[in-house]
């Protein structure tokens, strides 16, 4: 084993000693100082950066304000990819109440607040086989990027 | 092998100290806080922290003990992963917003919790409750009307009880918070009657012991008898004489894909109270990633039919929040109507 092996061998090692661990979040949420609508049509260009399609947009606040209920802005934006929702639909029926993915976003007073499940800590309450298991930790990743990039924006709007 | 090991060595003290010293506790704040208690500490689901009142009123070792053990069933959840370094950077971050006034002792007080009991229901119980259970929701909400400001907490929550030295009881008790609900008692009780009180809520802790039945499947799926069409209609026909608002049935894929290409045996059938969403979103804001209720009914490639619908005893499990526990149960109950209607 040559130095520069070790040293990146030693290197790794430091790494898995000291990086932090990922949070156990069940519920993913982030916040963004954006006006509502902004970031509800920001999210929708996010989530076509990385590759999901938004299904449909559901206005749980003009529900509530039409059966006579105060409430601010409140919209859950359904998405998903057809491919894996058509895929996994035939192999994990048990799965099809989740689809398409729904993410819940809601005013704060000036901010506007993001919400989705978190896939990978379903796992064990789907009973989740390996490939599914890997599955769902490729889409937390992905919310994770796509919750990232509201706070990205948001800081580009601070500054 | 000697020089590698101790190359590996400083190698890994020097990440160490690094991670020490480089934990940035408004990023960390930023990370995993300020989506419940605001980007500048203001409130929202959580507590406005930034307030200054607040910050004097909290030491750094309840500050501590908060994040590591959360609040359970209250929402904030328990930040086990975080590093010691990086709980002390966001101890330190926070501590920008005010100085401790309170000290630190956690010494008992020598309370009388039979005398504090008539004591807090008459000075304390309006605001949380005769059961030291809080407020109804936590935090502030700019969203929908509440009762007050800032939602009193949960004062027999287990989490916040190890945290809270009987010192800072007293001091909150004694100064009250300024710019919230939280009103000073100095002039009110005398030092005995407030000890009595602490006293009282000492013994009132709520049952958090972890549950320890296996986890439930998040989905259930029926077998079900007849053709895919009739299966829809009998769901639709129960969903609406249980006296839901029902939403025109959508397609899984619908939205995904063209009308042409969207597979049409795959339906889902929602519906909801809007009642009973609206008492919930007061106390869980983040509960639309499970709305609306829906019953998918599916037509399998061998012909099959399959209702598959949500597990509502599992999704409860999700919010750390047993202020929803009767929303789900009714919910629950609800579910169970329509699929006993459906599936017998």
């Known amino acids: ?159 | 092998m000697k020089e590698w090991l101790r190359s590996c060595l400083a190698v890994v003290l020097l990440a160490t100290v690094s991670n020490t010293y480089s934990a940035d506790g408004r990023a960390l704040f930023t990370q995993h806080c300020s989506a419940c208690h605001g980007e500048a500490g203001a409130g929202g689901i959580g507590l406005p922290l930034s307030a200054p009142t607040v910050m004097h009123s909290l030491t750094d070792d309840y500050l501590r003990k908060t994040i590591r053990s959360g609040r359970p069933g209250r929402i904030m959840p328990a930040f086990e992963q975080l590093t010691a370094a990086e709980v002390e950077a966001l101890v330190h971050y926070m501590r920008g917003w005010g100085e401790a006034k309170v000290e630190e002792s956690v010494l008992p007080l020598a309370g009388d919790a039979v005398r504090g009991k008539p004591l807090f229901e008459h000075y304390c119980a309006s605001c949380h409750g005769q059961d030291l259970s809080g407020g109804e929701g936590t935090g502030v909400t700019f969203s929908r009307a509440r009762d007050l400001p800032i939602m009193p907490p949960a004062l027999n929550n287990a989490g916040f009880l190890q945290a809270a030295s009987d010192g800072m009881l007293r001091y909150i008790i004694q100064q009250g918070r300024e710019g919230t609900p939280m009103p000073s008692f100095a002039t009110t009780l005398n030092a005995t009657q407030i000890d009595d009180i602490i006293a009282y809520v000492r013994t009132r802790e709520s049952d958090t012991s972890a549950d320890v039945s296996p986890p439930e499947s998040l989905t259930i799926m029926y077998s079900v008898e007849g053709t895919f069409d009739e299966t829809v209609d009998r769901v639709r026909e129960a969903i609406r004489s249980n006296n839901f608002r029902v939403f025109p049935d959508r397609f899984v894929e619908e939205g995904l894909t063209d009308e042409f290409s969207v597979n049409k045996r795959q339906i889902s059938l929602r519906f909801c109270n809007f009642s009973k969403l609206y008492e919930a979103l007061k106390v869980e804001p983040r509960l639309g990633v499970i709305l609306p209720c829906t019953l998918t009914v599916i037509e399998q490639e061998d012909g099959s039919v399959k209702l598959v619908a949500a597990n509502v005893t599992a999704l409860a499990k999700l919010f750390n929040n047993n202020q929803l526990d009767e929303v789900f149960a009714h919910i629950k109950a609800s579910y169970d109507t329509v699929l006993d209607e459906v599936t017998f």
């Open chain 1, 1 to 159: 084993m040559n130095r520069l092996t070790m040293g990146v061998w030693g290197t790794l090692l430091a790494w898995m000693l000291v990086a932090p661990l990922q949070a156990d979040e069940k519920l993913l949420t982030v916040r963004s100082p954006q006006a509502f609508d902004l970031a509800l049509e920001q999210v929708q260009e996010v989530l076509k950066k990385h590759n999901f399609t938004v299904a449909h947009i559901q206005k749980c606040d003009g529900g509530l304000q039409d059966m006579g209920y105060t409430t601010d802005n409140y919209k859950i934006v359904f998405f998903g990819r057809l491919e894996e929702v058509r895929e996994l639909s035939k192999t994990h029926p048990e799965l099809v109440p989740l689809f398409p993915f729904k993410l819940a976003v809601y005013a704060e007073g000036k901010d506007t607040l993001f919400s989705v499940l978190n896939p990978a800590e379903l796992a064990p309450l789907l009973n989740a086989d390996k490939a599914l298991a890997e599955q769902l930790v490729v889409w937390e990743q992905d919310f994770r990027a796509v919750l990232n990039d509201m706070q990205v924006v948001q800081v580009a709007h601070i500054h």
